[in-house]
Nanobody, 121 residues
Framework: VQLVESGGGSVQVGGSLRLSCFAS?????MGWFRQAPGKEREGVAT???????TYADSVKGRFTISIDNAKNTLYLQMNSLRPDDSAMYYC???????????????????WGQGTQVTVSS
């Protein structure tokens, strides 16, 4: 499965962005991760095809993950952006045997190239 992200950019604090990730094949679990300079990659949000979602505590209430099954595209709507949201954002896909495995970092084997999000004050 090949993944292609788009939608990153530069915004001011409080602004919004929507990231998109087109997948060339089917996966029953997809997610968004991010990595800031000098930090480890961290999970942002995941979604399985049954619409079960998980979010990092830091983005709950601000970010929304969704999948358009017809377009095979994953989205991340990001609102109320903060400077600490600045990072490279990666789309990832996995094939899991249980819904709970979709929230496990090591389940994800396919990764996109990333799209940069910069939030300035």
């Amino acid at each position: 499965v090949q993944l292609v992200e788009s939608g990153g950019g530069s915004v001011q604090v409080g602004g919004s962005l929507r990231l998109s990730c087109f997948a060339s094949g089917y996966s029953n679990c997809m997610g968004w991760f991010r990595q800031a300079p000098g930090k480890e990659r961290e999970g942002v949000a995941t979604s399985n095809r049954n619409a079960g979602t998980t979010y990092a505590d830091s983005v709950k209430g601000r970010f929304t993950i969704s999948i358009d099954n017809a377009k095979n595209t994953l989205y991340l709507q990001m609102n109320s952006l903060r400077p600490d949201d600045s990072a490279m954002y990666y789309c990832a896909a996995a094939w899991v045997v249980s819904d709970s495995a979709c929230s496990v970092f090591t389940s994800f084997k396919n990764w996109g190239q990333g799209t940069q999000v910069t939030v300035s004050s």
